[in-house]
């Protein structure tokens, strides 16, 4: 089955009592067994329920994995996959990850006793100058928030598996229709299903995409032990969201560039992140690895940081708001938003100014859009 087809179809779907068509919501915490010692396949919520059964097979298959997992959030997600490693192990991660993955790992994990070295990944050296013998993981993302980095998936699974290291990839930005990183050696994908896997900017979820029986049996028994399951509720929402997933990232991408574009030549901007664009550094390695560049492109504006504040307050369809790849367009500022859990020093070193916006753009029409960016950024 191709992807599209996949989107809809995946895992164990029909329902044959009365053939509902949406796979039904089992809000059940137990389940009655059939016999002493005997289940028909299920327990107990928190170890597996159906409806969230039929979303993990969904999303597992998308991704090209062994087994898929869902979760209450991205973070329980990534919480679940840091605890596969022991005190005393080394990780090295991307410097331009999700503030709340850097947040996790240096404020929180630090603390037991695992140990992170954040490097930019856009060479092997600097990732190989950064692996000490204990290292045990390499976690990247790409392309990254905000600054929309792209890493070379290919290179990094390459230098771990050369080392005996395990791979973790945040798809959550390209989502599997644009990236399957299993395709080129990733162990581990792990998603904010929050975003564009639901779309809807109406639930938060996790997910997490195994490659071995070693690495599923291992996940299982965390979630199941560290109970950061998903409910069956939100897996039926991002299971609905999925459906539509290949032709919401199309039109993502498309109003995207059309943005890009139209921002790369507007006098009160300076700059432009967006993969798409020649002028970025990442875009031979996105367009190889990548079936599209896409929805999310973050600016600079020219002046001080009033020009911002001044930008966002104007916006109309925009909303000011954190999160992104829902239906509807949202913008942000990072430094004191999505990033402001990165100490100012640290934003600065890896790129993030105080005058960085970053749009998650929607599904509306592209004019729409781009007419109000252009009230909104004013005369240029
Ligand atoms: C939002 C996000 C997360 C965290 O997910 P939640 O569902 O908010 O817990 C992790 N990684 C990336 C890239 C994200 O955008």
Redesign the pocket.
Known sequence: MKFETKAIHAGDRPDTRFGAVSVPIYQTSTFAFEDVGKTRGYDYSRTANPTRKVLEDTIAQLEGGKAGFAFA???AA?TTVIHLLKTGDHIVCGDDV?G??YRLFQNVMNNFGLDFTFVRMNSRKAIEDAIKPNTRMIWL?TPS?PLLNIVDVEMVADIAKRRGILTAI?N??ATPYLLRPIEYGIDLVVH?T??YLNGHCDV???AVITTTDELTERVQFLLNAMGTCASPFDCWLVLRGIQTLPIRMERHQENAFAIARYLQHHKAVSRVYYPGLESHPGHEIAKRQMKGFGGMVSFELKGSIKAVNTFLKRIKIFELAE??GGASSLAEHPATMSHASMPPEYRAKIGITDNMVRLSVGLEHADDLIEDLSQALGAG
């Open positions: 959030t991205g973070m990534e999700y709340g993955t993302e928030n945040d959550t930005f904010s929050t975003k938060v979820g996790g999160s992104l």
